[in-house]
């Protein structure tokens, strides 16, 4: 994998909005799996930037959800539909109907999951996916021990996570739900270029560990190494852990630009 460390999440959010402008200038239509959570908002806001300035086109753009709670009731701000919606779809006026997600609200949650595994294969697969990274590791919400080859499916949280998250439900864990539909990481695998963003410094110990460390379920993000195309983004905070720090800084810098991430 390849490992770029930037001076700040700002940094970060100006690459990844970069290579996905350049994306949509290949492939007007690509399909872009966005995740949710903090550290993606400079990303999104970057690329809002360039599709106002007339940089980037994304009409044609076509967007999937990473994840999903279940149970919040239809139209909660803080469902991931809803987010997706606020964050991506409307500033980067994405056709609301070229957008797709796992229905949490729905009555047979196992179909849903294996409905939302068949319309991403309908949809000719994953152009680019955005992912962050829980404080344990995990890949939307692969929580530790998932298996590394799993599809998408119902979860439950780890108590981490809930009070990680609770601070998006006026930080009271209670009405954070217990469970969600996720992409597998054998469903994330698919992409054709898997992007992770990770800043600040609660998230260095998990960097570290998806880098460097051994591939193993029980950090859920580690899985990136089996992947033939797949970039992490690091502000200096989060790549606080890394022994190798001075050799992904060196291979950075001489890269070709053409090259792109
Ligand atoms: C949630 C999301 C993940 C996200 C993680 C980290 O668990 N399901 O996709 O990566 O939060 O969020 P943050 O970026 O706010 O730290």
Request: aromatic share 4%; net charge negative; proline share 6%.
């Amino acid at each position: 994998m390849e490992v770029v460390i930037v001076p700040d999440a700002a940094a970060g959010g100006e690459l990844i909005a970069s290579a996905i402008g350049r994306l949509l200038t290949e492939k007007p239509d690509a399909l872009l799996g966005v995740a949710t959570g903090s550290t993606p908002v400079p990303v999104y806001r970057a690329l809002a930037a360039k599709v106002s300035s007339g940089e980037v086109d994304a009409s044609r753009a076509r967007v999937c959800q990473l994840d999903e709670y279940v149970g919040l009731p239809p139209g909660h701000p803080e469902s991931y539909r809803s987010v997706v919606l606020r964050q991506v779809v409307e500033p980067l006026g994405v056709d609301p109907a070229a957008f797709m997600g796992p229905d949490g609200a729905a009555e047979d949650v196992r179909a849903a999951c294996l409905a939302y595994d068949e319309a991403l294969a309908a949809a000719g697969g994953v152009d680019l996916q955005l992912l962050g990274i829980g404080s344990d590791g995990h890949i939307g919400f692969n929580e530790p021990c998932s298996s590394l080859s799993s599809r998408t499916r119902i979860k439950t949280l780890t108590e981490r996570t809930r009070q990680d998250n609770a601070r998006f439900f006026d930080g009271d864990i209670e009405q954070v739900p217990h469970h969600v539909i996720t992409q597998g990481i054998g469903t994330i695998l698919d992409a054709r270029h898997l992007v992770l963003l990770a800043t600040g410094e609660g998230k260095a110990e998990a960097v570290a560990q998806t880098v460097e460390g051994p591939l193993a379920a029980v950090v859920p993000a580690s899985a990136l190494q089996l992947h033939p195309h797949a970039t992490v983004v690091v502000d200096e905070a989060a790549a606080a852990g890394l022994k190798h720090a001075d050799y992904f800084r060196h291979t950075y810098a001489n890269k070709p630009s053409w090259q792109g991430i």
